[in-house]
């Protein structure tokens, strides 16, 4: 008799599988109805045998379904997959990643706390941390992803989080995970890294000695540009803990964007291994162009970030491409001349995407501000889709010669 009734804690149990079977296969319960696909449970509340089943729902002596801003099966299969994967005791889904920044702030930190972040982070991080957290008196002062020595200045005796994007939004850069959870642990903080650029495919923070991975889930985990989503991953207390806010502040992810998701991770190293194939060959053909200042791409062994990215990933280097040309126009220039690539701010999708970081994600930061984190005018950043490689590079090819 085969029980197909197993949830991933069982299918863990039962072997040692390969994270490409995990991700398949990982989180699924299957309902009496033995449907083979996992369904979408599109149900906002729960019903009770009782009223004191009822009463026994709330007062925590029964485990189960309550409502699903709380909890809902679809959610839990996301959230059990993306777990198995990053190697995290549990996960916690939110409705987008900067839902599972807001979350992470909101349990961790208090008024009179410091944090540290990195300055090489996704816009709207820093705008949430300067804008809005900054109002309740937490202060946060940024770091050089690069530099360990800017992180050991900065940390204060009442810094409670560090937080970093590796590899970070739009150039690629790599920071030392090991190192930056060495520092954080020596002063009694936490390590939170944005795992979105290299997904658990390529990196595993966790198993780095970070105490918290955060994902946007919108990215390569749809991989599609369909819908939004996020997560934090790490220990059980410190999600019981970033939990009780998602339920409470209602910052959760929707049933229909989980079966989004959780179908996403059944391809996901598959395309992320497509994704960071493409991105090699587009990197090698920018990076010998004439009109071309410079490659800012890990897997290229001339990149700063090369040896730490090859020692601290699984050998994949990511989609992500920093290409500076001569000045805006040039930029522009290239931009306007493409007919496959999409102009959009978007990231992580099959499809190739083109932005001018200063005109557009990185507008609203001052031009000196902007040229000390390397977002100078002639930079385009390109997310690799999975088109085919020579016709990315014919397309960019146009603009360029
Ligand atoms: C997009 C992005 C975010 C924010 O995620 P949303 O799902 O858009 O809220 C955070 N970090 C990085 C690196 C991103 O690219």
């Known amino acids: 008799m085969k029980d197909y009734s197993w949830t991933h804690d069982a299918l863990d149990l039962a072997q040692d599988y390969h994270p490409q079977t995990i991700a398949v296969r990982a989180g699924q319960f299957r309902t009496a109805e033995g ?4 369904p979408i449970y599109a149900t906002s509340s729960y019903v009770y045998a009782s009223a004191e089943a009822a009463a026994a729902h709330f007062n925590g002596q029964a485990v189960g379904n309550v409502y699903s801003r709380h909890t809902n ?29 807001c979350a992470l702030a909101l349990a961790f930190l208090k008024s009179g706390d410091h944090m540290i972040c990195a300055r090489q982070v996704f816009g709207s991080t820093k705008a ?12 946060v002062d940024y770091a050089d992803l690069t530099d360990l020595s800017d992180w050991q200045i900065k940390i204060r005796s ?10 970070s939004n739009p150039l690629g850069q790599v920071g030392d995970i090991r190192a930056l959870a060495n520092l954080a642990h020596a002063h009694g903080a936490l390590l939170a890294v944005d795992n979105c650029f290299a997904t658990p495919i390529l990196q595993k923070p966790l198993d780095l000695g970070a ?10 985990i749809d991989g599609q540009g369909r819908v ?9 207390s410190l999600m019981e803990q970033a939990f009780g806010v998602i339920r409470t502040a209602g910052i959760s992810l929707s049933a229909f964007n989980a079966w989004i998701l959780g179908k996403g991770l059944e391809t996901l190293d598959l395309r992320m291994r497509a ?32 040896a730490l990215a090859k020692c601290q990933q699984s050998g994949l280097y990511g989609a992500i491409i920093g290409v500076v040309l001569a000045d805006k126009a040039a930029a522009w220039r290239l931009i306007d001349s493409t007919r496959l690539i999409s102009i959009t701010n978007n990231l992580g999708d099959a499809k190739t995407t083109i932005t001018h970081p200063a005109t557009t994600t990185h507008f609203r930061i001052s031009q000196e501000d902007r040229n000390s984190a390397g977002v100078v005018d002639g930079l385009v950043r390109l997310s690799i889709g999975l088109e085919h490689a020579d016709d990315i590079i014919k397309d960019l090819a146009r603009g360029l010669d």
């Open 275 to 306: 994704h960071c194939q493409n991105a090699m060959a587009v990197a090698n053909f920018l990076s010998t162009h004439k009109s071309v200042v410079r490659v800012h791409y890990a897997g290229l062994p001339t990149d700063n970030g090369h």
């Open 35 to 38: 449907e083979h696909n996992e």
């Open 128 to 139: 949430l941390f300067d804008g809005y957290f900054a109002k309740f008196g937490v202060s």
């Open 211 to 220: 105490d918290i991975v955060m994902h946007s889930a919108s990215k390569y």
């Open 73 to 101: 099966p679809s959610v839990r299969l996301f959230e059990r997959r993306l777990a198995a994967l990053e190697n995290a005791e549990r996960c916690v889904a939110t409705a987008s990643g900067m839902g599972a920044i």
């Open 228 to 236: 939004l989503g996020g997560a934090l991953l790490g220990s059980d």
């Open 158 to 167: 009442n810094t409670k989080l560090l937080f970093i994007e590796s590899p």
